[in-house]
């Protein structure tokens, strides 16, 4: 087992090249006007790939734009091919700490943005315990007379146990909230890239954060998090 | 191993052809809504007087636990035959040519089979207590008529803990299941209520809230 991590999905409304800055975790802008935002809610390295398209797309010019992430270094990189015209982006909202960035609008900066901190939208872990998923339904037995009963039971989603364990980075990117809450991806394994299943057991799961308990200081620059995962089924 | 009613349409048909003879569609019955039902009615109309090959070909149905703790179905006739994908969904059968006997490629709809055979106890009637005084007690209910609760427990490894649970995503409401006896050698059928997991080390064991007529 090697390199289990944790990913968050981002925040959108819809749309895409809107004009417009949201105060969210989804779209960060040019000096140039160009806001660049995926129209449904991804996964960060998906919303990394996203804003390389649509950079690619609206500046043609500089492209191909490099959005990319390092799990080595666990740092976010922006480019734009070319040293001679340098972007200054505008990061709304919580886009600098979902990347990893200072909040940076100036000018005159290098080409190429590798972000100073870890992103809070994904964590490298020590590892992942993940709980084979468990049917989580409202049950009502009702019984009746003349030995009569009947089970009647509705519920839309499964529940994964979950334990997260990492080091300090991990630490500094969960504390950020992202990947406590809303929808995550977590990867037991990097080498399985395909779905948990009952023949698959290994697999990542993707769901939504139900319950998450406080970090627990396991050992030195160790940690470990507590969380309820449901899946919708 | 245990069978729940599923959301599945039971009511599939399959259409079968053995050798020369002519093809015959079985048409299961929407109440028979479980994999053991639907496969045993399934083998009874195979080797029923009106087919065909009635007294020349005889229909065994044999079944075995899955690596995914599921239940995979075999017929067997000895003869080459042919199944059209009717029966695919709810008995995992695909549709194909046999040279004697097809076997399910995917697990049966609502069906578990783990590794440790269920421990089916107490299936008998069961009163509530009631009042009582010094002259006599009465306890509610009639005993003739009161509820069989049996005591359901499985220890499951990984594996079968997840297969239960992938078998209940469509379990049908009111949910119900098929559950094999083995000191008496007969199924019983229940209300299945709340079904309570906890860890045993690396196992797991289920307590399942079980109710029969």
Sequence with gaps: ?233 | MLYLTTTDNWAFSVTVTVGAYAAQTYTNSASNNNARLASNGLLAYLNAAGRPWFGVVTWTLSSARSSTAGTRFTYTCGNIFTLNAGAATCLGLAAGAYAGAATSTTDAAGSWWPKVRPSVRSYARDLDAGDSSGTGATRPGSPGAALYKPSVEVIANGTDAARLSQALKTAASPRTVSVYQAITDSWLSLSLGEIQRSRQGVDYRFNLSCVGA
């Design chain 1, 1 to 233: 087992m090697a390199g289990a991590y944790i990913e968050s999905y981002c925040y959108s409304e819809g749309g895409s090249g809107a004009t417009v800055a949201l105060e969210a975790n989804q779209s960060f802008a040019t000096d140039t006007g160009v806001y660049v935002r995926p129209s449904v809610p991804q996964r960060f390295t998906d919303q990394l790939a996203t804003w390389k398209t649509q950079l690619d797309a609206a500046i043609p010019a500089k492209a191909p734009w490099v959005c990319s992430y390092s799990s080595t270094t666990k740092r976010v990189t922006i480019a734009s091919a070319g040293a001679a015209w340098a972007p200054a982006l505008t990061l709304p909202g919580n886009v600098a700490v979902w990347i990893g960035w200072q909040s940076y609008t100036g000018s005159g900066a290098p080409h190429i943005y590798t972000g100073q901190y870890v992103p809070g939208a994904r964590a490298e872990l020590i590892g992942a315990t993940i709980e084979v998923a468990e049917d989580w339904t409202q049950t009502e037995l009702a019984q009746y007379r003349h030995g009569r009963a009947n089970a009647v039971v509705w519920g839309n989603h499964q529940v994964h146990k979950v334990t997260l364990h990492g080091n300090l980075d991990a630490y500094e990117s969960i504390k950020q909230g992202y990947l406590q809450s809303g929808r995550v991806r977590i990867y037991q394994d990097s080498t399985i890239t395909t779905a948990y299943a009952v023949d698959n057991l290994g697999g990542y799961i993707d769901g939504y954060v139900i319950a998450c308990g406080p970090a627990v200081e396991q050992g030195d620059r160790w940690w470990s998090w507590d969380m309820l995962v449901g899946v919708s089924r």
